[in-house]
């Protein structure tokens, strides 16, 4: 069974303020997700990265791919309150591509 | 529709009746999805469907759930007995193509049906 553990669980910053999200797991995935989900709502994809060491940018969002393509990391610089919702990283299974293993998300709260 | 369409938005059931949820997914998409979250819990995979292939059922919980797609479209999700433990949201996912790698276009995520079994 693969398992992405997914830190911190919670995060509460000011406005202004740099953050990092870890995912990190043991297991090597074929490609990476990060997903933010606000509230009544389903997830919604942000950026998908595929290549072991894969940088993106997405303005003030930053996100890192492993070289082994076993962890991945979201950056957000100067976070605004828009910021504010669930994150989650979500990996795609080598030998069967529809099957995505998620963390367990990190609740980001942005405080004026 | 522009969206993945799922209903009901909400449904209570009394325990040990049996639910059908529905998803209609992204018109020309053609892998479609189950999943299931759990308050404090991550997104469980229940199931998949890829165009004219067998369905990947390696997620189902038990023999009570099943679920159908019918012309490539429209699925529904079956739990029959219906548990306690079964209180979730049920969200429907669909994408062009199983490896969302491959088109850079990721899973498009309905709403969910929020599940409470009583």
């Known amino acids: 069974t693969q398992l992405l553990e997914q830190s911190p669980q919670f995060l509460s910053i000011q406005e202004g303020e740099n953050l990092t999200v870890y995912c990190n797991s043991s297991?090597?995935?074929?490609?990476l997700q990060w997903y933010r989900q606000e509230p009544g709502e389903g997830p919604v994809l942000l950026v998908t990265?595929?290549?072991?060491?894969e940088v993106k940018k997405l303005k003030r969002l930053t996100f890192q791919f492993g070289d082994a393509r076993k962890d991945s990391s979201l950056h957000i610089t100067a976070a605004q309150t828009g910021d504010t919702g669930l994150y989650l990283c979500?990996?795609?299974?080598?030998?069967?591509?529809?099957?995505?293993?998620f963390g367990q998300g990190t609740i980001l709260t942005v405080h004026p | 529709g522009a969206g993945v369409s799922q209903s009901p938005s909400n449904k209570v059931t009394e325990k040990g009746k049996d639910v059908e949820l529905r998803c209609d997914p992204i018109?020309?998409?053609?892998?479609l999805y189950w999943y299931r979250q759990s308050l404090g819990q991550g997104l469980e995979f229940l199931i998949y469907?890829?165009?004219?292939?067998?369905?990947?059922k390696s997620g189902l919980p038990s023999d009570r759930f099943s679920a159908e797609r019918t012309g490539g479209s429209v699925s529904t999700l079956t739990i029959q007995r219906t548990q306690q433990e079964d209180s979730a949201v049920y969200l429907c996912?669909?994408?062009?193509?199983?490896?969302?790698?491959?088109?850079?276009?990721?899973?498009?995520f309905g709403s969910g049906t929020r599940l409470t079994v009583v």
């Open positions: 996912a669909s994408s062009f193509s199983l490896d969302p790698a491959v088109y850079n276009y990721g899973y498009t």
């Open positions: 297991s090597v995935f074929s490609s």
């Open positions: 990265v595929v290549t072991g060491g």
């Open positions: 979500a990996g795609a299974d080598l030998t069967s591509y529809g099957k995505l293993t």
């Open positions: 018109s020309g998409h053609t892998a």
């Open positions: 469907f890829q165009g004219n292939s067998a369905p990947d």
